[in-house]
């Protein structure tokens, strides 16, 4: 039997946390998104929510668990069926991120919306809060350093500009070395690239595996 190959597909999650508004006839929809790693974390940012507006009359959450989004749940907290929890979710889905929660709370402004009025007035919310936050690409790699002489600093510097990697970190003392996460499917290319810049003068050492924060320009 032939071992299916893992694939590590890229995924996109909350890097900082969101907020946004929106009113219709004078009811105020107010959206908070943060990052959740786990339902656990979820629970406790909706609870948080809550207690901050405890005198609103709806919370209503929507939650993205797992690298394939393996749980996604979502609640009208009282309003009709199908018109909050459900379109704060398709936003999110929308967007393709994970592992993130987000609540809409509601202060009733007295007149009623309509089930299409509410359906609006959360999207929108949720929209508002999305655009608010800043969403960063998870990505399956190879961590390395490259170790080198200050000789070559610049042609390193110049494939890793040309590739658009940006190195977590650099150290300069008798020689320098920057530690940089690069896609797990361009690993080869990249170390042979590095390799022929430096004529093989560059150290190369892998340091780990795993998924990092793109941070490619």
Same mark, same amino acid.
């Given at each position: 039997?032939?071992?299916?190959?893992?694939?590590?597909?890229?995924?996109?999650?909350?890097?900082?946390?969101?907020?946004?508004?929106?009113?219709?006839?004078?009811?105020?929809?107010?959206?908070?998104?943060?990052?959740?790693?786990?339902?656990?974390?979820?629970?406790?940012?909706?609870?948080?929510?809550?207690?901050?507006?405890?005198?609103?009359?709806?919370?209503?959450?929507?939650?993205?668990?797992?690298?394939?989004?393996?749980?996604?749940?979502?609640?009208?907290?009282?309003?009709?069926?199908?018109?909050?929890?459900?379109?704060?979710?398709?936003?999110?889905?929308?967007?393709?991120?994970?592992?993130?929660?987000?609540?809409?709370?509601?202060?009733?402004?007295?007149?009623?919306?309509?089930?299409?009025?509410?359906?609006?007035?959360?999207?929108?919310?949720?929209?508002?809060?999305?655009? *608010?936050?800043?969403?960063?690409?998870?990505?399956?790699?190879?961590?390395?350093?490259?170790?080198?002489?200050?000789?070559?600093?610049?042609?390193?510097?110049?494939?890793?500009?040309?590739?658009?990697?940006?190195?977590?970190?650099?150290?300069?003392? *008798?020689?320098?070395?920057? *530690?940089?996460?690069?896609?797990?499917?361009?690993?080869?290319?990249?170390?042979?690239?590095?390799?022929?810049?430096?004529?093989?003068?560059?150290?190369?050492?892998?340091?780990?595996?795993?998924?990092?924060?793109?941070?490619?320009?």
């Amino acid at each position: 039997m032939t071992q299916q190959k893992e694939v590590f597909l890229p995924y996109k999650i909350i890097d900082e946390p969101g907020s946004g508004e929106y009113e219709e006839k004078k009811s105020r929809f107010i959206a908070k998104l943060a990052p959740a790693s786990s339902e656990e974390e979820a629970a406790a940012f909706i609870e948080g929510v809550k207690k901050k507006y405890y005198d609103a009359r709806h919370h209503c959450p929507a939650l993205i668990i797992g690298r394939q989004r393996e749980v996604t749940r979502c609640s009208d907290d009282g309003e009709p069926g199908g018109t909050a929890g459900k379109p704060i979710l398709e936003v999110m889905l929308g967007a393709e991120i994970t592992n993130a929660v987000m609540v809409v709370t509601r202060y009733f402004g007295g007149t009623l919306l309509g089930t299409g009025g509410l359906v609006r007035a959360y999207t929108q919310a949720a929209k508002a809060a999305l655009m *608010d936050a800043r969403i960063a690409t998870m990505r399956y790699g190879t961590r390395i350093t490259v170790g080198a002489d200050y000789s070559d600093v610049g042609r390193i510097q110049h494939l890793l500009g040309i590739k658009g990697i940006v190195p977590s970190d650099s150290r300069y003392t *008798d020689k320098v070395e920057f *530690d940089i996460c690069i896609p797990f499917e361009q690993e080869a290319e990249i170390q042979k690239a590095l390799t022929q810049a430096t004529a093989a003068r560059a150290g190369i050492d892998v340091t780990g595996r795993g998924y990092y924060k793109d941070k490619s320009v």
